[in-house]
């Protein structure tokens, strides 16, 4: 069974700023503005699509830790691998499908994790977190791709 604890406030606080490039270059992809980026030869969605696979990365390695942390088993580390590996063939693929890609892994590993605090690997508080972490997260990247 889950631990009940209640949400670090430094989780959140940090969760919502890793929020902030999502939102702010989905933003800029949509309105079609560079933001200055332009004179350095980089496009918000370029940075978005880097900064989806990275996050994407960093929750395979949620799954991982967790897994670690609690003498799960093998499956636990093969699925951990699967959000980094995706996020990088996500980067080869053409516009819009980078996005979309990198938009639903996000969307689905929130759900894919719900197993996490079910199982007693992390607390509770944290599936919770992570669902609306991804949604936003995901949302944003469909959106601007």
């Known amino acids: ?13 940090l969760g919502v700023a890793g929020l902030i490039p999502f939102l702010g270059f989905a933003a800029l992809a949509v309105s079609g ?8 030869g980089l496009s918000p969605r370029t940075i978005l699509s880097a900064y989806g696979a990275v996050i994407a990365s960093f929750l395979g390695g949620i799954r991982w830790g967790a897994a670690a942390a609690r003498n799960a088993g093998n499956a636990d580390y093969l699925v951990a691998i699967i959000p980094s590996l995706l996020a990088w063939a996500a980067l080869a693929a053409p516009a819009p499908w980078d996005l979309r890609i990198l938009g639903i892994l996000v969307l689905a590993w929130g759900l894919i994790d719900q197993d996490l605090p079910r199982r007693g690997l992390v607390p509770t508080w944290l599936g919770r977190l992570r669902l609306v972490l991804s949604g936003v997260a995901g949302a944003a990247l469909l959106v601007a791709a």
């Open 1 to 13: 069974m889950a631990r009940v604890t209640p949400v670090p406030m430094g989780a959140v606080i």
């Open 33 to 40: 503005s560079d933001g200055g980026l332009g004179t350095i």
